[in-house]
């Protein structure tokens, strides 16, 4: 029997109870259909650093190209923390022979497009920072978020990409 495809995705996706309020963002194409084609690896960077749930909201501040993670009440800056869990997280993924991974949207640690980043009394455009160290990191992985894998092209495009990381992987070994 051929080995299931791992692919990394953003826990709360598959209806674990980490997001800062205490819930979930269940998606239920990612958990019921992909999760028959592939096994997950999830992961959830706050909890991962040691954050608790629940906990006090967060957003990305300061300038997009390098944004700083802080709590909206209480102002308390967690970059550092998060950047150094993202950095041993990724090196530990390595391991993992992951094809693909897909992220939660607008989340400031792992938003891949369009999260808000407050920058001089105004929202511009960045990255989360756990999705911005797996993209360095990985630069050949497929990621995609999970609001865009509602596109019927863009998912059939991403599941193609898994498949031909997973597939390049293997004549490379």
Not at 18 to 47: H, M, N, Q, S
Request: hydrophobic share 35%; aromatic share 6%; net charge positive.
């Amino acid at each position: 029997m051929a080995r299931r495809l791992r692919i990394g995705v953003s826990a709360c996706l598959l209806g674990e109870k980490v997001r800062y309020d205490g819930g979930d963002k269940r998606d239920p194409y990612i958990a019921d259909v992909l999760g028959r084609i592939f096994t997950f690896v999830p992961v959830c960077p706050e909890v991962g650093c040691g954050l608790p749930v629940p906990r006090a909201a967060m957003r990305l501040e300061g300038e997009p190209a390098q944004p700083r993670l802080v709590t909206i009440a209480g102002r308390i800056d967690l970059t550092e923390r998060m950047l150094a869990w993202c950095r041993l997280k990724v090196q530990e993924l390595e391991g993992e022979a992951l094809s693909g991974f897909i992220l939660k949207s607008r989340s400031p640690s792992c938003g891949l497009f369009g999260v808000e980043v407050m920058s001089r009394g105004r929202a511009e455009s960045g990255r989360g920072l756990f999705a911005s160290a797996l993209t360095e990191h990985f630069p050949h992985l497929p990621v995609e978020e999970e609001g865009r894998l509602g596109d019927m092209r863009l998912r059939e495009n991403f599941i193609e990409r898994v498949y031909t990381c997973r597939r390049t992987e293997k004549e490379t070994q």
